[in-house]
């Protein structure tokens, strides 16, 4: 699906830490670097996996005002989890890229990578701080999500790529897979250190 960007100057960005084993393939496939764009949801109080936003490698952040009413979550809350996100995306930045900012992506074509969409908040997130640096083009690609979740992402992307669309009311990412576990960190350093000779 992506073969049109073999060997162009377009940059692979992998949202940690789903999003690296999938981009550290397509990468290698296409013959295209790979670099790092740490995303963290703002998750619910009461889970590790659902969020209402998201904050990205910038320090940018994307709240669904929505979500945030129809559950009733207090300004102490969002606030709580807001920097929890922060927190976990500072120290990614430091662990996975030395404290090395993302590199200027203004003029390039950018492929943003995870390990699928569930409701969007993350890649939004994405989207939006790497639109702020000025790419020619920011393109989505992810194994699997929902139609209505990749039907909002591709209003805010110029091409979306998803290999594995569901239907249904319900989602997680997981489910779409016939195996799957969270990411370490060791994981990641071992992936990133194996992909280094990638050009």
């Known amino acids: 699906m992506l073969q049109g960007y073999h060997g162009s100057n ?30 963290s949801k703002v998750l619910l109080p009461w889970t590790t996996e659902s969020g209402y936003g998201a904050v990205a490698f910038d320090g940018s952040v ?26 976990k995306v ?10 090395r900012a993302v590199p200027g992506l203004s003029g390039r074509r950018i492929v943003l990578v995870d390990d699928g969409i569930a409701a969007g908040s993350t890649m939004r997130a994405a989207i939006a701080a790497v639109r ?25 992307a110029d091409e979306v790529y998803c290999a594995n669309i569901r239907g249904g009311e319900r989602f997680a990412v997981a489910g779409a ?3 799957w576990h969270d990411v370490t960190e060791s994981e990641l350093a071992a992936l990133l250190e194996r992909s280094r000779g990638t050009p």
Do not use: C, K, N
């Open 10 to 39: 377009a940059l692979v960005l992998a949202i940690p830490a789903g999003g690296v084993p999938v981009a550290v393939e397509i990468a290698a496939r296409l013959a295209l670097p790979l670099d790092l764009a740490p995303v």
């Open 62 to 87: 994307w709240l669904d005002d929505e979500a945030i009413e129809h559950f009733g979550l207090s300004p102490p809350q969002v606030e709580g989890a807001v920097s929890d996100a922060r927190a």
């Open 90 to 99: 500072e120290h990614r930045m430091a662990l996975l890229r030395g404290g």
């Open 132 to 156: 702020a640096q000025q790419p020619i083009e920011v393109v989505v690609a992810v194994p699997t999500g929902p139609e209505r979740s990749v039907e909002m992402i591709a209003e805010l």
């Open 177 to 179: 897979y016939d195996h």
